[in-house]
């Protein structure tokens, strides 16, 4: 088991209210698995990502990577967790200005503790791999918003992590450039990644394998991705 | 232990801190200022401080290591240093007597070579229609030798003159020039308190040593003369030569046994130039520390305005924090990124601040004595990264506490 999820919850205390933005939550992902999580704003899929990419401690229950438990990691031995075993693609990039697409892609391998030959050596190669090896040297300013979040993809990829998480990727993206990133991320999965990806769009899940639904900090549902339409359906009635 | 990983990520992470100062040069140059001036000025300042003492120290060595004194009362105070209003009222005592520099040079020949007194008056001086007030130093004509001062026209006075009484003076420079404008003042009488003394000889200009009373405003004139037709106030001093410098702490001991024959160990005391320095550099040591202290406020102000830009700096950037955390930077990492930008900001600044005070040093090394040293360089550079440091901290705690989800949620 890659990762797994075992009655996790997440409150949080405003004043006298407790939300709970995450409740008793089961979920085993498998390597090489392509998973969407959907579900309407407020629905917890956005906590969910927190705590399973070892952003957010959980409240309650437990977590295991790789079958180890990483419920009660401090912050330091989390921040190496992120380091080596999960990428991160957001939705507004979060790439780092006047840096070049080459530094933006290595950021992570600093942390790892690459040496300089390395890093330029690996962000190269991945910066290849999403089709941008004439813009190593290029600022965010100068791409469009397609190759940054391919700039970000690679930065996601380049740690060789275990599992890949995708926040609404396509979510600043005009239709054109989604595509090239959702192309990305289905050739990427078919190489053997391990894909979570949190959207609100059922063209997008459709990518995906496995469907997760969510509302009111719960999974109310999970399949596989043939059970699409009766989600929308489901999502239809909800709102 | 460090490892070899710790080692390149420092140098990266010195590099990224290095890079997002490059980013904002405006700003960082601005933040800089406050240093720049702040090291500037303690560097100046201090050298000025260091200078001066160098100089006054050189004055008083050129008077010669052997050269000891007997002087009323305890000018160093109890505590050290010079002494207070005190021992400025003791000093003018007048327990001195002739007698005892006669039976001082008499008792120590192997060790005191020569000696001279200096008896002090003030009274009226007039030649033609020019009227000055005028400070006589009566003493012997050894004078000329103990304090190496030569007359530059005529001669000194002799014993000879001494022992009769004449009535005969030797000028300072400056007193000669105002009494006698361009005329030669030698052998030309002039009046002391209304009696006719006689010019024997004019010194040599020889300045004052540290804003003393300088000895080209005195006229000088045998010790006898002065005692008898004028009214002496007190024997300032004798002045001593020592036989050698190696024998300068046996010679106080022996003059001060002789002096003890005579009067009470407080009424006088025995010091030689050594201990005059040492009390004149410490004072002007407290000086340049002062002035350096001044300086320092500078420095201090300098120091929260890089606060105050790294505050700024790490609320702006909160993003790229989240950002670098998420991506497996943990805080200490990020903590130590935002102290080398503080300490990079400093340290500029300091190299800056400092370069500009040396060539300011240089720029003004032909009017004043003014000095840089190695310590005061190492103070400033020291002072400017602890500075860059301290208030480095804050702001770089507040980076290293921020939470990655709430850092990138932040717009």
């Known amino acids: ?239 | 232990m460090y490892s070899c990983n710790d080692v390149i990520m420092f140098k990266t992470i010195f590099l990224i801190a290095l890079k997002a100062l490059f980013n904002n040069k405006t700003r960082s140059f601005l933040t800089m200022l406050g240093v720049i001036i702040g090291v500037g000025s303690v560097v100046m300042l201090t050298s000025i401080g260091t200078g001066l003492q160098a100089y006054v120290v050189d004055q008083f060595a050129s008077l010669g290591v052997e050269t000891l004194y007997v002087v009323p009362g305890n000018p160093f105070g109890s505590e050290g240093g010079f002494g207070g209003q005190e021992a400025m009222i003791e000093s003018t005592k007048p327990v001195l007597k002739k007698d005892y520099l006669r039976r001082i040079l008499r008792d120590n020949r192997d060790l005191v070579t020569d000696g001279v007194l200096m008896g002090v008056a003030t009274t009226q001086a007039k030649y033609q229609t020019t009227t000055k007030k005028i400070s006589l130093i009566g003493t012997t004509s050894n004078y000329e030798d103990v304090y190496s001062m030569p007359a530059a026209k005529g001669m000194w006075f002799d014993d000879n003159d001494n022992s009769k009484s004449e009535k005969v003076v030797v000028l300072g420079s400056k007193i000669a020039e105002e009494l006698f404008g361009k005329i030669d003042p030698i052998n030309k009488r002039f009046k002391i308190g209304g009696q006719t003394y006689t010019v024997k000889g004019v010194l040599a200009k020889k300045g004052s040593s540290f804003g003393g009373p300088s000895f080209d405003n005195y006229v000088y004139l045998p010790i006898n003369t002065l005692e008898d037709n004028l009214d002496i106030q007190y024997i300032d001093n004798f002045t001593l030569k020592a036989i050698d410098k190696d024998h300068i702490d046996e010679a106080i001991s022996a003059v001060k046994k002789t002096m003890l024959k005579e009067l009470d160990e407080e009424d006088f005391t025995v010091v030689d130039q050594a201990q005059i320095l040492e009390t004149i550099n410490s004072i002007l040591g407290m000086f340049t520390i002062g002035l350096g202290g001044i300086a320092a406020i500078s420095l201090l102000v300098g120091g929260i305005g890089i606060m105050n830009i790294m505050l700024v700096s790490v609320t702006e950037r909160t993003r790229e924090i989240g950002l670098r955390k998420a991506l497996g930077a943990t805080p200490n990492i990020i903590l130590i990124q935002f102290l080398i930008e503080a300490a990079l900001l400093s340290i500029i600044g300091g190299l800056i601040g400092l370069t500009i005070a040396y060539l300011g040093t240089l720029a003004i090394q032909p009017y004043f004595p003014a000095k840089v040293t190695m310590q005061t360089v190492l103070l400033a550079f020291g002072v400017s990264s602890i500075v860059g440091l301290i208030f480095g901290a804050a702001p770089a705690k507040r980076a290293a506490k921020l939470s990655p989800i709430e850092a990138l949620r932040y717009e």
């Open chain 1, 1 to 239: 088991m890659l990762l797994q999820l075992k009655s996790v919850s997440k409150h949080y205390q405003i004043g006298d209210n407790l939300i709970k933005a995450m409740d008793n939550v089961d979920l085993e992902i498998t390597a090489g698995e392509f998973v969407a999580v959907m579900g309407p704003s407020g629905s917890g899929k956005s906590t969910f990502l927190q705590i399973a990419s070892m952003l957010a401690e959980p409240s309650e229950g437990q977590i295991f990577l790789k079958d180890k438990d990483v419920t009660k990691y401090n912050e330091i031995e989390r921040a190496r967790l992120r380091n080596q075993e999960i990428g991160f693609i957001f939705q507004s990039f979060n790439l780092l200005a006047r840096t070049s697409a080459l530094d933006n892609v290595a950021l992570p391998l600093v942390y790892a503790g690459a040496s300089n030959d390395e890093q330029k050596r690996r962000a190269t190669k991945m910066l290849d791999k999403v089709g941008l090896n004439d813009r190593l040297a290029n600022t965010p300013a100068q791409l469009s918003g397609g190759q940054q979040q391919r700039v970000a993809i690679a930065r996601a990829l380049v740690n060789e992590p275990s599992i890949i998480f995708a926040d609404e990727p396509t979510g600043n993206l005009d239709s054109k450039s989604g595509e090239e990133v959702k192309k990305i991320l289905i050739e990427l999965n078919r190489e053997g990644s391990t894909i979570i990806m949190v959207t609100h769009e059922a063209d997008d899940a459709a990518i995906a394998k496995r469907l997760v639904l969510m509302r009111d900090g719960t999974k109310i549902d999970d399949c596989k991705i043939s059970c699409l339409k009766d989600i929308e359906k489901k999502l239809k009635e909800h709102k």
